[in-house]
Nanobody, 120 residues
């Protein structure tokens, strides 16, 4: 199982980006998926998460600006980021609890990060 994060880039304050986290491999089910970020000199923090049932939760700093969603048919989770601020600058990582085919439990996977830079 692999996770591939994409969609980062350079954007001006107030702009938008959409990140994608695509899972591939011998997947039986994808449970909770989360987006994390890590800014230079800071600890990695949870930005948003979505369960297999579609329940979501957000960090207070992004609530109302970011939206997490999932397309189960494509094994992909998205993070729509609007009204971006310079303090959103970080490397963004996706994390998923994935049950592989033939394995009776889920395992934790991380994708490689994608850089988001918000600057004028």
């Amino acid at each position: 199982v692999q996770l591939q994060a994409s969609g980062g880039g350079l954007v001006q304050p107030g702009g938008s980006l959409r990140l994608s986290c695509a899972a591939s491999g011998s997947i039986f089910s994808i449970n909770t998926v989360g987006w994390y970020r890590q800014a230079p000199g800071k600890q990695r923090e949870l930005v948003a998460a979505i369960t297999s049932a579609g329940s979501t939760n957000y960090a207070g700093s992004v609530k109302g600006r970011f939206t997490i969603s999932r397309d189960n048919a494509k094994n992909t989770v998205y993070l729509q980021m609007n009204s971006l601020k310079p303090e959103d600058t970080a490397v963004y990582y996706c994390n998923a609890d994935v049950q592989a085919i033939g394995v009776p439990y889920g395992m934790d996977y991380w994708g490689k990060g994608t850089q988001v830079t918000v600057s004028s």
